[in-house]
């Protein structure tokens, strides 16, 4: 069987499912049926707003974001598809937190639920900073099909790379 680099931890079932499509080449045509649209947030301005519209929404009492980006270079990076960062420091009696996420900009490409799904994975680490339960707890509870989602993002990799 192919090497699955973005499924490798999956089961062996699922790998195995992936790699008969991949390999009858229906997997294109999977994503396209179940994914028919790309989102219009093409801008690091646009994406502030996307992204602090859910943060809002999910995690109101959280810090505020300082900045958002798309970084085309992100895919080379630890093999990452975002990237959050936060950092707290003591300026005289206050406490200011700098918190920013970077998303990979091969996502302006992608279907609007594959962009949420990693927005939402990365606003979980702002609460919750290793993937443990609480962290997926958090995860599904911003995104009730996330882990479906974050299957089939991996999915849509493998298949831009092939």
Known sequence: MTTLKYIAHYSEHIQSQAAMLISSGRLG???DKSYPERHQIQSDKALY??????????????NPLTQVTY???????????????YQSRVQGSKLKSHNSITVAS?????????LRMIVVHELAHFKEQEH??????LCCHMEPDYHQLELDTRLWLHWREG
């Open 106 to 114: 091969l996502f302006k490409e992608a279907p609007p639920e594959f």
């Open 29 to 31: 045509d999977y994503l």
């Open 49 to 62: 707003h996307y992204i602090n519209d859910i943060k809002n929404q999910y995690m109101r009492k959280s």
């Open 71 to 85: 970084n085309s270079k992100l895919t080379v990076l630890k093999h990452a598809l975002g990237i959050h960062t």
């Open 132 to 137: 443990n339960k609480a962290f997926y707890q």
